[in-house]
């Protein structure tokens, strides 16, 4: 049973259901319709959830990024980056 409380919904404690993944951040992005489309076949595919299919891949793309390696480096004026 769920009680909604203006823009919140909150679980009942004695309903089971599926266990917190902890703090998250929400990000909203826009994809191409190609990719979209590709998201929606795997989704449909393999039955899982839009957060069970983007996080693995985000994750990945995120962990070839050397953050420190970044930190300093100034953009070059647009005169000179090409």
């Not at 826009?30 to 590709?38: F, H, I, V």
């Amino acid at each position: 049973m769920t009680e909604a409380t203006g823009a919140h919904v909150k679980a009942s404690p004695n309903v089971p259901g599926r266990p917190s993944l902890g703090s998250r951040d929400s990000f909203a992005v826009k994809l191409s319709p190609a990719r979209g489309d590709k998201i929606r076949s795997l989704k449909k595919l393999q039955g899982r959830s839009y957060q069970d299919i983007l996080e693995p891949i985000i994750n990945r793309a995120l962990d070839e990024i050397d953050i420190e390696s970044l930190k300093g480096q100034e953009a070059l004026p647009l005169d000179k980056a090409s």
